[in-house]
Structure formats: C-alpha cells, structure tokens
C-alpha cells in the first residue's frame, strides 16, 4: 500500500475482527514507532503500556463512552499513559541519560540540565498536563499512520472514563495516568464504518495560499 493508497483505507475501526491477531513482531514494530516518535526536548513525557489479555481489554470495554467496543474486540490495545507529575525525578532521568549516551563532558551537561528546568519550571501546573498530552498526540498520530502503512487498523480513543481505565490498568500505582487509547487489530467485516464516506475539507478550503 503507497502513502495515498493507506490514508484512504484506514478509518477509526469501530469493531474490530476477534478471530485476528497481530504478531509479536507486528506489535514491536509499532511499540518502536511510538517510542521513536519526536517530543519537546526528547523529554518522552509518556509510558507505553500494551494490553493482549482479554480479560483486561473486555474490561476496558466497560471504560468506554457510548458503549464502544474496540478495545474488548481489538488485538491489542496501546495506552498512551502520562506520567501523574513531570517533577524532577522525572526529567532529571532524560537529563543523565542523555548526558552519558552523548558523551557530555560537565559543562555541556550543565547547560543542558539548566534549558531542561527552565523549561519543564517555566510551565504552570495548569499547562503542564498540557503540554505532556500535546506529545501523546503527535506519537499517535505516527503510529495511526505507520499501522496504516502496514495494513494494520486502529482507532485512536479518547472516548473513555480515565478514572476508570486507571483503576483497570493500575495506572495510578505505576505514577501514570491514562491519555490516550489506541486499539489495534483488523477490522471486522460486520463494521459498517468501513464503508462510510471520509468527510474532509477539499484541498483549496483546507491548504491556504500566503
Ligand atoms: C484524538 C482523537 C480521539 C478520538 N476518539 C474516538 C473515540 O473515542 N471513538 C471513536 O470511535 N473514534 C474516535 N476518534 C476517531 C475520529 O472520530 C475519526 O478519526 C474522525 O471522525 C475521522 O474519521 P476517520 O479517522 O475514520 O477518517 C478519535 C480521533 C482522534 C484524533
């Protein structure tokens, strides 16, 4: 499937096929787009959790609005979960991290630490949460469209109770908290959206010339 040919056959699955299975290697290799994804200062202010136990993805059901149905009919199910305080602990894991893969002799490591506070202590405790779901959202957006590119489907889901869905997942005890649900797996043949039109504004309303 080509680029053009993949964002006209994914859709946001409603019912997936419970008979199909992704592999191993298929889950890997989207778990790596994910983790590969770019985020503000590579701060990588988010967890990725990934459920296959049916029990768990059923359950997951229950945590939906509106009675949805992906998660307990999906192969698996990616959380995009966000750490419950980017405290300093936090950042400061990234901080030496990268300062021993890169090398940094202690002035450079230094001056990296100082952008890295003045940036994470520049934002109020409003703006924050923010900011870590505005990282979320571009990764999953990488990963729609790389399953898409290898014929696998997906729904991205904020339609669900997070309270919920971290109680179910025991989010909360791992200092994470729920922000994004993305269920994988192949379509149903029973799921009629498959066959909705995609609305869209056309080219010249959505592209504007300078
Ligand atoms: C952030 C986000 C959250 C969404 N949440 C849900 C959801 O909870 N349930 C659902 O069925 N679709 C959900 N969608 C899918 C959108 O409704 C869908 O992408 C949009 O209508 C365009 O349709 P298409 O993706 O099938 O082309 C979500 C999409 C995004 C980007």
New binding site residues.
Partial sequence: MNLREALHW???V?LFDRTRTLSTEQIEELAEVVRMAPTSLGLQPFRLLIVDDPAVKAQLDTA??RQ?K?PGSASHVFIFAAPTAVDEPFWREYVDRAARERHLPPEKRGEFETRVRNYITSKSEAELPHWVEKQV?LAAGQLLLAAALAGIDA??????DRNEADRILGLRQMGLRSV?LCPLGHRSPMDT?AAVK?VRLPRDRFVIAP
């Fill in positions: 994914r859709y946001a409603k939906c609005h949805q992906q959202y729904c991205p889901m904020e339609g669900f994004l959206f995609k």
